[in-house]
């Protein structure tokens, strides 16, 4: 078995002895890993935004899907501009913060051995900072987007709105030319439906 860099001590002595048998099982063994991290990460960033809800005086409901998560509060008509932007930006503060801890904890165990704990912890901070820098992207549905047209209703009211989708579909298109370019193909599906959204705003707006 030839290991790729950053799969040394993987898969562990005990489970490498078992033959074909261990194989099967360290494969689910990496199956449970990426769904607890995915779990870990996406209820973290979802709690930020219901904990930021909780702080204003909103319940709030947390739905997680495949795709990520979807936090609710509880609010008769339209959140204020402000509390709107603090409990978005709740959800990447909180992302921000679990990055944080995942690489204390990367540096705590650098000397040690491979293994996986080792692993883990350096994947879960891998991840977030992965995930925390698309959600931050200024593009709808993404936690950036919705700061960046609330950022951009505060300063110039409708043309705000306006640019914000501007630049969201300009930051789409880019994405889309990309994915396809390098065979990213879930990428070019996910931005031309961001794009599409955003292309739609332009046009109601206008």
């Given at each position: 078995i030839r290991?790729?860099?950053g799969?040394?001590?993987?898969p562990?002595?005990?489970l490498a002895s078992?033959?074909?048998l ?5 494969g689910l ?5 990426w769904?607890?991290?995915v779990?870990v ?7 930020g935004h219901?904990l930021?809800?909780?702080?204003y ?7 997680l899907?495949?795709l990520g ?7 008769k ?5 402000n ?5 978005t930006a709740a ?7 679990l990055?944080a801890l995942?690489?204390?904890a990367?540096?705590l165990?650098?000397?040690l051995p491979?293994?996986g704990l ?5 994947y879960?901070?891998?991840a ?8 931050l992207?200024p593009v ?9 047209m609330?950022?951009?209703?505060k300063?110039l ?6 640019a ?5 579909f300009t930051i789409c298109a ?6 396809w370019k ?10 031309a439906?961001f794009?599409?959204q955003?292309?739609?705003l332009v046009?109601?707006?206008?």
């Amino acid at each position: 078995i030839r290991l790729t860099p950053g799969l040394e001590g993987w898969p562990p002595p005990a489970l490498a002895s078992l033959g074909q048998l261990g194989v099967l099982l360290s494969g689910l063994l990496v199956v449970l890993t990426w769904t607890t991290i995915v779990f870990v990460s996406v209820l973290t960033h979802e709690m930020g935004h219901a904990l930021a809800a909780r702080a204003y005086g909103y319940s709030a409901v947390v739905r997680l899907s495949w795709l990520g998560g979807h936090t609710t509060p509880a609010v008769k008509g339209r959140l204020p501009s402000n509390r709107d932007i603090g409990i978005t930006a709740a959800g990447p503060g909180a992302s921000l913060l679990l990055t944080a801890l995942a690489g204390c904890a990367v540096l705590l165990l650098r000397e040690l051995p491979p293994s996986g704990l080792t692993h883990f912890v350096r994947y879960l901070f891998m991840a977030n900072v992965l995930w925390t820098a698309l959600n931050l992207l200024p593009v709808m549905p993404l936690d950036g987007g919705r700061l960046a047209m609330q950022f951009g209703r505060k300063l110039l009211g409708r043309n705000g709105v306006l640019a914000s989708q501007v630049l969201a579909f300009t930051i789409c298109a880019a994405l889309v030319v990309l994915g396809w370019k390098t065979g990213q193909f879930f990428l070019v599906l996910i931005f031309a439906m961001f794009g599409f959204q955003a292309l739609s705003l332009v046009q109601a707006i206008l």
